[in-house]
């Protein structure tokens, strides 16, 4: 039997260790997509950074032509005046003294147009970008969480204080549950609102929240983009967690939700009275827990639940 059931355990654990592997490619894709978008915005500002430069600079150049065209048009009409005053010696003498401020005037934009004017452009790349790429091998790391059981005892590390509450928040919050996503995100059930929030810990403030229908007890993932949430109309509301946490689909069942975990496509459920439910991820009942083998009930108040990552324990306290 305990041959059999290490068996069992290690071909799931070798079926979580396929998804969690596909899973991950599509992680690393998405990281290259938003590099991609990075990486193309850069290349827009670029351009249009050499655009400006282009613009500054054949400016420049188009006004140095029209003070050109203006000089000449001024010099034709010199010559034209001169050629006209051929055979009257005085009228000769006012043209030529009238095109001298000209001619100064010409000589002047001449020495000044003449100096030789580099008309190209160019872009330097910044070098610390490349050099900073060649020195990478991996997007990241992978590591391997391992299944063995924890044998230190956990140790608080720090507390801080969160403030969750919204502007648009009409009630004192009051969070009935919460849990971390795999990203590291902070999702809490904010009862009296009828509210899912999300919080960044790290910069500890709310990012983004989403509504539900009704008071939300219970929250776990059931997924890196999608969590579970336990309501009080008897309903389980799913959460889709993009950039955006929007609400998806729900579940109706019979009995009132308040904790709520997952695990295998199964939804663990307490009902705040005296048993634990087990649904599939379609809301169908698979096992209604109350008794032990001796008929005696093991729940008075069940309210969270918990189930291991290492074997098939379920926690219920309560």
Not at 33 to 41: A, C, N, V, W
Not at 116 to 126: C, G, K, M, R
Request: hydrophobic fraction near 35%; glycine fraction near 4%.
């Amino acid at each position: 039997m305990m041959m059999e059931k290490i068996m069992k355990t290690r071909q799931r654990q070798i079926e979580d260790l396929k998804k969690s592997k596909t899973e991950e490619i599509m992680v690393i894709k998405d990281f290259r997509k938003d590099m991609d978008t990075i990486l193309e915005q850069l290349e827009k500002e670029s351009i249009k950074e050499l655009e400006r430069k282009f613009v500054e600079e054949e400016s420049k150049l188009l006004e140095e032509k029209r003070n050109a065209e203006t000089e000449l048009d001024s010099l034709k009409q010199a010559v034209n005046d001169l050629k006209k005053s051929e055979g009257n010696k005085a009228q000769q003498f006012v043209s030529m003294k009238m095109s001298l401020p000209s001619i100064a005037k010409m000589e002047d934009v001449s020495s000044s147009l003449q100096t030789s004017v580099d008309a190209n452009i160019s872009f330097s790349f910044d070098p610390a970008i490349l050099k900073f790429l060649h020195q990478l091998k991996t997007y990241g790391s992978v590591r391997h969480d391992s299944a063995t059981a924890r044998t230190t005892v956990y140790s608080v590390k720090s507390i801080e204080n969160l403030n969750i509450r919204g502007q648009n928040d009409k009630k004192t919050c009051c969070v009935f549950r919460s849990c971390l996503t795999d990203d590291g995100s902070l999702l809490l059930a904010d009862n009296t609102n009828n509210k899912i929030k999300r919080a960044d810990v790290v910069k500890m403030s709310v990012t983004d929240y989403c509504c539900v229908p009704a008071g939300p007890a219970g929250i776990c993932c059931t997924s890196k983009s999608e969590a579970a949430v336990c309501l009080d109309n008897r309903t389980i509301q799913f959460v889709s967690l993009g950039k955006n946490m929007t609400t998806t689909r729900q579940l109706n069942v019979t009995h009132t939700c308040f904790g709520i975990a997952f695990k295998d496509d199964k939804l663990y459920i307490t009902n705040k009275g005296q048993s634990l439910y087990i649904h599939d991820m379609t809301g169908n009942v698979l096992q209604k827990v109350t008794q032990d083998n001796a008929g005696h009930s093991i729940f008075l108040t069940p309210r969270n639940v918990a189930v291991s990552d290492v074997n098939e324990n379920v926690f219920v306290a309560g």
